[in-house]
Every structure is written in C-alpha cells, then in structure tokens.
C-alpha cells in the first residue's frame, strides 16, 4: 500500500496537478494560465505530458484516468 502511494504521489507534479484540477472545475485554457501566472502554452505544456504519462488520447480521458486512480476529485 505505501508503495501504492508513493507511486500516486509522484504521478503528477506540483502544477500538472494544480492545472488539471482546474480542469475538472471546468476552467479554460486562458483562465487556467491567469490564475497560476503561467501562459497559456506553459498550461497546454503541462496538459500534454499527462496525456503522454497516462498514454492517453486527449485531456478528457486524462481527467477520467486521473479520477479512477484517485488522483482527482470531481
């Protein structure tokens, strides 16, 4: 189990995990980037290597992946 959590733990950083959980509440791009002062590029940056992580297709399926590993909260 603690290796279970160590693993959760460091699936996402500190900002993937910042950026998707404004995903899930709904968030754009744009309002995503204002609100942790990055650009838009740096949220899209950041959106795509949890796809490549998670080999998933798109950003839907990544906040579906995230949720079942408990990742995220709806």
Avoid: C, P, W, Y
Wanted: glycine share 6%; no cysteine; aromatic share 2%.
């Amino acid at each position: 189990m603690a290796d279970e959590q160590t693993h959760h733990q460091q699936l996402l950083t500190k900002r993937e995990r910042e950026v998707f959980e404004r995903l899930v509440q709904g968030k754009s791009t744009k309002e995503i980037a204002e609100a942790l002062f990055i650009s838009q590029k740096t949220v899209r940056n950041h959106i795509s290597n949890v796809i490549l992580k998670l080999g998933v297709k798109g950003r839907s399926q990544a906040v579906v992946h995230l949720i079942r590993l408990g990742e995220l909260e709806l």
